[in-house]
């Protein structure tokens, strides 16, 4: 016979398990894990803010670089971001298909002593996207972002089109169809 104590732990992993589940599928926030729904904000034909910084590569970005020549994704992530460890290689593979068109810029607000996780990150995933370390916050605090990955969706004008909260597994189909990529 099972004792009472045995199936109230069985069942606490369970929903455990589960939670842990649905985080994933969700938002980061500051280092929690409360999950949150991916939602599009309307921030249309608001100017994009611009911003320069080192790359981990020592380039120096410029985002109104790109105005008039690519659209941009900023994308804001964290290394101990499980949903923004699962969207990079989705932003990769975004990136390999239409980088003649599309720019993408992954603004890591990790802490100033994880540069070499960063770096381990970036080079395990294979990222061949500009990654830059803010480590001061000035950058991600230009942009609306309660949770993260957080994307900043801007068109070839300089304009952001929309912003995301949070992970979506329909990543490469949403960016086609918002930019017209195809």
Request: hydrophobic share 35%.
């Amino acid at each position: 016979m099972v004792k009472p104590m045995r199936i109230f732990a069985r069942y606490t992993f369970l929903f455990i398990a589960i939670l842990m589940t649905l985080s994933l599928l969700n938002g980061c926030q500051s280092g929690e894990s409360k999950p949150k729904k991916r939602k599009p904000i309307d921030l249309s034909q608001r100017t994009a803010p611009d911003f320069t910084s080192e790359t981990l590569n020592g380039d120096t970005f410029t985002l109104s670089d790109y105005k008039g020549k690519k659209a941009v994704i900023v994308d804001i992530w964290a290394t101990w971001c499980k949903p923004c460890q699962m969207e990079m290689p989705l932003l990769e593979q975004v990136y390999q298909k239409y980088s003649d068109k599309l720019e993408i810029v992954a603004i890591s607000i990790d802490s100033p002593g994880d540069i070499e996780k960063i770096r381990n990150f970036v080079s395990g995933k294979k990222i061949t996207f500009n990654v830059i370390h803010d480590t001061s916050g000035e950058i991600s605090n230009k942009f609306p972002t309660r949770t993260i990955p957080f994307l900043t969706i801007i068109d070839k004008q300089g304009n952001i089109v929309k912003t995301y909260n949070g992970f979506s597994a329909n990543l490469q189909t949403e960016l086609e169809n918002l930019l017209n990529l195809k």
